[in-house]
């Protein structure tokens, strides 16, 4: 391989593009100092790939970048294009003739290479450069002073170049990029190497979870099969009592409100009867009274009649006559009076008698009013009856421990033997209402879990259940929990969705203290208020979240459901909450029972009114009708008597007798007799009928308590009955997912009930004595071992690529050894002789410094030219050192030729004697090495194939051009007189 042109435009002094063309052999380029005939040696290093601005002598990359002068301006841009002979195949270019370039522009700070015009990586210029051994770092180009720096480099220096010479510099590059992929693979073995040894630890544990996991499904699955069928019989069983119940409620009804008109009947007939008994009283005493003076009347009478007799007799006869007369004008008198009185009456009983069915349509009525608001007044009694036994049966499930596990009892029971006892999870968490149903069901039994503060606690409770054979209880001590989270990336698309209510840790209130533990319970289960939208979120959340909806329903990790028909049983959360708002009903509910009562008892009033102003109106009219009759039969009795009057009035005249008044008080006092007889019979028979009706109604009021004693107890069974049901269904539907329909098809009515019901316990205990079973640890562990499998296989795959790169490295290392060793012995034969012909006789060798370690040896040069000892380079005089590093360069380009080298003022420190030894050497070995040479020495320009010239024709401005060597003599002379 060949240089055959080197490009140079804007590239520090190459203001004007400059061409340089090689035909191979030797080159020299000469030039005044400051011509800038070093700057090509920078070119060509610049497009190999430095990096370093100290090396191309500038501050900074942009440096190489024409800067401009007095008569140029700056350039923005600085561009080199080397062009190579391959037609050897130095390079594994598939191509005769390559170039490649770099550009940097100004500003920019980013560099351009090319290879043949395309843009390519500076990686791939160094590896085409290490590849035909003239890399930056090589001997191909020996920079200005730097040629005794080989002499005096430390031995790993050296060693740099005997790898550049042996070309195992590209396997060192190589090696170090594969031990850098070896770092990065022992890294990932690492990480993957933590990872496996992680999941092996979660295994173990996950193993027994799932194996604790089966159990308790395998016991769940028998306590489902006996407790569905109690479920069922306890179901239909109250079900069946409840309906005897409500028919027993309607019966009671048609009873009671059979009773309550019997009663109101009876209530109207005995005031009606008092009525009637007292006004009959009255008259019995007004008929005794009047009876009393008649017979007073009669005993003066018959007095007066003895003493008068005699008297009478004379004078009456006349007397008689006028008092007769008189009594018929009287008669007339009355008859007229009776006859205005009768019809007067007759009038009146026709009014009352139509007032009276008046008042009697609007009691009808009224006691419609009544039945309908004694039912609603029912009605509201049992509401309150129904929120009173709910009261009850709630305070029974809050002050009966019955349901807890016998350990969590004694635990709770003893908690004053443990200091750090705070409470169970349900006594801690605080629940809305909204959300108690969500949170009961993802808890479920850890609501049992007892809450204390560090795990000695724990483990002194633990030691007191096994002492004492309390049980088995579960702990969660607040020292030992982590908080469990939603990723955040997760829970921002989860707040997005509709739907979304929130993360469960943050729906629920506890005390600061127990923030860790609302947070490892539920920090990692979101809150939906459907199943259809929990379902969406789990699937867009790929079913990484347990998910429970407002309801109840749960879509748990992985994409198993549960759920169904709500329940109205009782809820663990807010106990006292519950009652408070159930007792909120009581007050509304009296009022309003007090409301219909009042009603109740102002329409009663007003029937009580109606029916007793009925009453007085019958009896008033009863005592019309008696007096309308009385007067009727005074009419007759007066007609009668006038009659009687004018037929005796004759007689009386002629038979004057005193015994007529004395008669005729004796019939009055018979017709008195007569009517108190009459009217005492009749009251005697109402006293009797009153007293019926008073027994009558006791035995109603009576009868009347009895079945509302029994209706309530009926009431406080029924809402037991309909909460036993709830419970039933709650269960079926909450731990089985059934409704009861589908629970009938495992009902089994010929099982054993005291038996099933003793299994079911101890099937619950053995759960119970399981503790906290992780259910989802099946297919948790399944995921794990799936993973681990896979890491395990990741492993396996960077172990094989660790053990290949370890085998490539082990490869370079014995090619990298073979080549040196190869080298160094090839370079030490030809050492020898070169620096005995540059000296002219002397010893010199090359050494390992640790031949034990050829792949890392350092290597030393030992030199003795002609008359002097061996000593350290260093201590050789300049000129010395130059001729040493020479003598070395030119048994390496002998030994291993390299295709380019170029010398830039290395022969400064010769003498002319060895300055031409120094020419006359490189023409030995330019058949095989391409050599361009930068000099001012006339020994050199006198032996090379061409010379180039430097000049700054323009200010600061380099240009070439080819010269002779009388022109090369007065260039040196120049640069000798500059």
Same mark, same amino acid.
């Given at each position: 391989?060949?240089?055959?042109?080197?490009?140079?435009?804007?590239?520090?002094?190459?203001?004007?593009?400059?061409?340089?063309?090689?035909?191979?052999?030797?080159?020299?380029?000469?030039?005044?100092?400051?011509?800038?005939?070093?700057?090509?040696?920078?070119?060509?290093?610049?497009?190999?790939?430095?990096?370093?601005?100290?090396?191309?002598?500038?501050?900074?990359?942009? $440096?190489?970048?024409?800067?401009?002068?007095?008569?140029?301006?700056?350039?923005?841009?600085?561009?080199?294009?080397?062009?190579?002979?391959?037609?050897?195949?130095?390079? =594994?270019?598939?191509?005769?003739?390559?170039?490649?370039?770099?550009?940097?522009?100004?500003?920019?700070?980013?560099?351009? &290479? &090319?290879?043949?015009?395309?843009?390519?990586?500076?990686?791939?210029?160094?590896?085409?450069?290490?590849?035909?051994?003239?890399?930056? =770092?090589?001997?191909?180009?020996?920079?200005?002073?730097?040629?005794?720096?080989?002499?005096?480099?430390?031995?790993?220096?050296?060693?740099?170049?005997?790898?550049?010479?042996?070309?195992?510099?590209?396997?060192?590059?190589?090696?170090?990029?594969?031990?850098?992929?070896?770092?990065?693979?022992?890294?990932?073995?690492?990480?993957?190497?933590?990872?496996?040894?992680?999941?092996?630890?979660?295994?173990?544990?996950?193993?027994?979870?799932?194996?604790?996991?089966?159990?308790?499904?395998?016991?769940?699955?028998?306590?489902?099969?006996?407790?569905?069928?109690?479920?069922?019989?306890?179901?239909?069983?109250?079900?069946?009592?409840?309906?005897?119940?409500?028919?027993?409620?309607?019966?009671?009804?048609?009873?009671?409100? $059979?009773?309550?008109?019997?009663?109101?009947?009876?209530?109207?007939?005995?005031?009606?009867?008092?009525?009637?008994?007292?006004?009959?009283?009255?008259?019995?005493?007004?008929?005794?009274?009047?009876?009393?003076?008649?017979?007073?009347?009669?005993?003066?009478?018959?007095?007066?009649?003895?003493?008068?007799?005699?008297?009478?007799?004379?004078?009456?006869?006349?007397?008689?006559?006028?008092?007769? @007369?008189?009594?018929?004008?009287?008669?007339?008198?009355?008859? =007229?009076?009776?006859?205005?009185?009768?019809?007067? &009456?007759?009038?009146?009983?026709?009014?009352?008698?139509?007032?009276?069915?008046?008042?009697?349509?609007?009691?009808?009525?009224?006691?419609?009013?009544? =039945?309908?608001?004694?039912?609603?007044?029912?009605?509201?009694?049992?509401?309150?009856?129904?929120?009173?036994?709910?009261?009850?049966?709630?305070?029974?499930?809050?002050?009966?421990?019955?349901?807890?596990?016998?350990?969590?009892?004694?635990?709770?029971?003893?908690?004053?033997?443990?200091?750090?006892?705070?409470?169970?999870?349900?006594?801690?968490?605080?629940?809305?209402?909204?959300?108690?149903?969500?949170?009961?069901?993802?808890?479920?039994?850890?609501?049992?879990?007892?809450?204390?503060?560090?795990?000695?606690?724990?483990?002194?409770?633990?030691?007191?259940?096994?002492?004492?054979?309390?049980?088995?209880?579960?702990?969660?001590?607040?020292?030992?929990?982590?908080?469990?989270?939603?990723?955040?990336?997760?829970?921002?698309?989860?707040?997005?969705?509709?739907?979304?209510?929130?993360?469960?840790?943050?729906?629920?209130? /506890?005390?600061?203290?127990?923030?860790?533990?609302?947070?490892?319970?539920?920090?990692?289960?979101?809150?939906?208020?459907?199943?259809?939208?929990?379902?969406?979120?789990?699937?867009?959340?790929?079913?990484?979240?347990?998910?429970?909806?407002?309801?109840?329903?749960?879509?748990?990790?992985?994409?198993?459901?549960?759920?169904?028909?709500?329940?109205?049983?009782?809820?663990?959360?807010?106990?006292?909450?519950?009652?408070?708002?159930?007792?909120?009903?009581?007050?509304?509910?009296?009022?309003?029972?007090?409301?219909?009562?009042?009603?109740?008892?102002?329409?009663?009033?007003?029937?009580?009114?109606?029916?007793?102003? /009925?009453?007085?109106?019958?009896?008033?009219?009863?005592?019309?009708?008696?007096?309308?009759?009385?007067?009727?039969?005074?009419?007759?009795?007066?007609?009668?008597?006038?009659?009687?009057?004018?037929?005796?009035?004759?007689?009386?005249?002629?038979?004057?007798?005193?015994?007529?008044?004395?008669?005729?008080?004796?019939?009055?006092?018979?017709?008195?007799?007569?009517?108190?007889?009459?009217?005492? +019979?009749?009251?005697?028979?109402?006293?009797?009928?009153?007293?019926?009706?008073?027994?009558?109604?006791?035995?109603?009021?009576?009868?009347?308590?009895?079945?509302?004693? @029994?209706?309530?107890?009926?009431?406080?069974?029924?809402?037991?009955?309909?909460?036993?049901?709830?419970?039933?269904?709650?269960?079926?539907?909450?731990?089985?997912?059934?409704?009861?329909?589908?629970?009938?098809?495992?009902?089994?009515?010929?099982?054993?009930?005291?038996?099933?019901?003793?299994?079911?316990?101890?099937?619950? @205990?053995?759960?119970? +004595?399981?503790?906290?079973?992780?259910?989802?640890?099946?297919?948790?562990?399944?995921?794990?071992?799936?993973?681990?499998?896979?890491?395990?296989?990741?492993?396996?795959?960077?172990?094989?690529?660790?053990?290949?790169?370890?085998?490539?490295?082990?490869?370079? $290392?014995?090619?990298?050894?073979?080549?040196?060793?190869?080298?160094?012995?090839?370079?030490?034969?030809?050492?020898?002789?070169?620096?005995?012909?540059?000296?002219?006789?002397?010893?010199?060798?090359?050494?390992?410094?640790?031949?034990?370690?050829?792949?890392?040896?350092?290597?030393?040069?030992?030199?003795?030219?002609?008359?002097?000892?061996?000593?350290?380079?260093?201590?050789?005089?300049?000129?010395?050192?130059?001729?040493?590093?020479?003598?070395?360069?030119?048994?390496?380009?002998?030994?291993?030729?390299?295709?380019?080298?170029?010398?830039?003022?290395?022969?400064?420190?010769?003498?002319?004697?060895?300055?031409?030894?120094?020419?006359?050497?490189?023409?030995?070995?330019?058949?095989?090495?391409?050599?361009?040479?930068?000099?001012?020495?006339?020994?050199?320009?006198?032996?090379?194939?061409?010379? &180039?010239?430097?000049?700054?024709?323009?200010?600061?401005?380099?240009?070439?051009? /080819?010269?002779?060597?009388?022109?090369?003599?007065?260039?040196?002379?120049?640069?000798?007189?500059?």
């Amino acid at each position: 391989m060949k240089l055959i042109k080197v490009e140079a435009h804007g590239f520090k002094s190459f203001a004007d593009k400059v061409t340089l063309m090689f035909d191979g052999g030797v080159v020299a380029i000469i030039g005044p100092n400051g011509s800038g005939k070093s700057n090509i040696n920078d070119a060509i290093r610049w497009v190999l790939g430095e990096t370093s601005s100290k090396a191309l002598r500038g501050d900074n990359m942009e $440096d190489v970048i024409f800067s401009g002068s007095k008569t140029e301006k700056e350039m923005n841009r600085a561009e080199v294009i080397l062009t190579f002979d391959n037609r050897d195949r130095a390079v =594994s270019i598939p191509h005769d003739f390559f170039t490649i370039s770099r550009v940097l522009h100004r500003g920019k700070g980013q560099n351009e &290479y &090319y290879i043949n015009g395309e843009l390519a990586r500076q990686k791939d210029i160094k590896e085409i450069a290490m590849e035909s051994g003239i890399s930056k =770092s090589s001997l191909a180009i020996i920079s200005q002073g730097t040629i005794s720096d080989i002499a005096e480099a430390t031995p790993e220096r050296r060693r740099e170049i005997f790898e550049e010479a042996s070309g195992t510099s590209m396997y060192r590059v190589r090696k170090i990029e594969a031990q850098r992929k070896l770092e990065r693979t022992q890294e990932a073995l690492d990480q993957i190497t933590v990872l496996v040894q992680e999941l092996e630890k979660q295994l173990k544990p996950l193993q027994r979870q799932a194996e604790k996991a089966k159990i308790y499904k395998e016991k769940t699955e028998q306590l489902k099969d006996v407790e569905v069928t109690l479920l069922v019989h306890d179901f239909i069983n109250f079900s069946e009592r409840l309906t005897v119940l409500e028919k027993d409620a309607k019966e009671f009804e048609f009873v009671k409100e $059979d009773l309550e008109t019997r009663i109101s009947t009876y209530e109207a007939a005995i005031k009606q009867k008092s009525t009637i008994i007292n006004d009959l009283e009255k008259t019995v005493e007004t008929i005794q009274n009047e009876l009393e003076k008649v017979k007073n009347d009669i005993t003066s009478l018959e007095i007066r009649s003895a003493k008068e007799t005699k008297h009478r007799e004379m004078v009456l006869s006349g007397e008689i006559k006028v008092s007769t @007369q008189d009594q018929i004008a009287s008669l007339k008198e009355l008859l =007229s009076e009776l006859s205005t009185k009768i019809s007067s &009456y007759k009038k009146f009983i026709s009014d009352k008698s139509t007032e009276i069915s008046e008042i009697q349509e609007r009691t009808v009525k009224r006691s419609s009013s009544i =039945s309908e608001l004694k039912r609603q007044f029912t009605s509201e009694a049992e509401k309150l009856n129904r929120v009173k036994s709910r009261i009850e049966v709630i305070k029974e499930v809050r002050d009966n421990r019955s349901n807890l596990a016998k350990g969590t009892k004694n635990v709770i029971e003893n908690a004053h033997l443990f200091r750090g006892y705070k409470a169970l999870v349900s006594q801690i968490i605080e629940v809305d209402a909204k959300y108690a149903r969500a949170i009961e069901t993802v808890l479920a039994s850890a609501l049992q879990h007892i809450v204390v503060d560090k795990s000695e606690t724990a483990v002194a409770a633990i030691e007191f259940l096994k002492q004492n054979n309390g049980g088995r209880a579960t702990f969660i001590p607040l020292a030992s929990i982590n908080p469990r989270m939603v990723n955040e990336q997760h829970l921002v698309v989860a707040q997005t969705q509709r739907g979304f209510l929130g993360v469960a840790s943050e729906l629920v209130q /506890s005390d600061s203290e127990y923030e860790i533990l609302r947070r490892f319970l539920l920090g990692n289960i979101l809150v939906v208020d459907t199943i259809d939208n929990a379902n969406r979120i789990s699937k867009l959340l790929e079913k990484r979240y347990m998910v429970v909806t407002l309801d109840g329903d749960i879509i748990r990790v992985g994409g198993v459901m549960s759920g169904g028909e709500a329940s109205q049983a009782v809820s663990v959360f807010g106990i006292d909450e519950q009652i408070k708002e159930l007792e909120k009903y009581i007050p509304a509910l009296e009022k309003n029972l007090a409301t219909l009562s009042e009603k109740i008892n102002n329409l009663e009033y007003e029937q009580q009114k109606d029916i007793t102003y /009925s009453t007085n109106l019958t009896l008033e009219k009863t005592s019309y009708e008696s007096q309308h009759e009385l007067l009727i039969q005074k009419f007759d009795d007066a007609r009668v008597k006038y009659q009687q009057l004018s037929d005796e009035k004759l007689e009386l005249e002629e038979n004057i007798d005193f015994a007529a008044s004395l008669n005729s008080l004796s019939l009055k006092r018979s017709d008195l007799n007569a009517s108190l007889r009459t009217q005492s +019979e009749i009251l005697r028979n109402l006293r009797e009928e009153l007293y019926q009706l008073n027994f009558k109604k006791s035995e109603a009021d009576v009868e009347i308590r009895d079945i509302l004693n @029994q209706n309530a107890s009926k009431i406080a069974e029924k809402a037991r009955a309909e909460s036993a049901i709830e419970n039933a269904k709650k269960r079926l539907s909450e731990q089985y997912g059934m409704l009861f329909e589908t629970a009938k098809e495992f009902y089994n009515p010929e099982i054993d009930f005291a038996v099933a019901r003793k299994l079911v316990e101890g099937l619950r @205990q053995d759960l119970r +004595e399981l503790g906290h079973v992780n259910l989802d640890a099946i297919q948790q562990l399944e995921e794990v071992e799936s993973r681990y499998n896979s890491v395990k296989e990741q492993e396996e795959e960077i172990v094989n690529a660790k053990n290949t790169i370890e085998e490539a490295i082990e490869e370079m $290392d014995k090619i990298i050894v073979d080549r040196i060793s190869q080298t160094v012995d090839l370079v030490n034969g030809e050492f020898k002789f070169v620096f005995a012909k540059m000296f002219g006789g002397g010893m010199a060798e090359i050494r390992y410094t640790d031949p034990e370690n050829l792949l890392e040896s350092g290597i030393d040069v030992i030199a003795q030219p002609p008359g002097k000892s061996i000593k350290n380079l260093k201590l050789f005089s300049g000129g010395e050192k130059a001729l040493i590093a020479i003598s070395l360069l030119f048994s390496i380009l002998k030994a291993k030729p390299l295709p380019l080298c170029i010398l830039d003022e290395v022969e400064a420190a010769l003498d002319e004697a060895n300055v031409i030894r120094f020419a006359e050497f490189l023409q030995s070995l330019k058949t095989d090495t391409q050599f361009i040479v930068i000099t001012h020495r006339q020994g050199t320009m006198e032996r090379v194939d061409k010379l &180039y010239g430097a000049t700054m024709q323009k200010r600061g401005v380099t240009t070439f051009f /080819s010269v002779n060597l009388s022109e090369a003599k007065k260039l040196v002379d120049e640069n000798t007189n500059n």
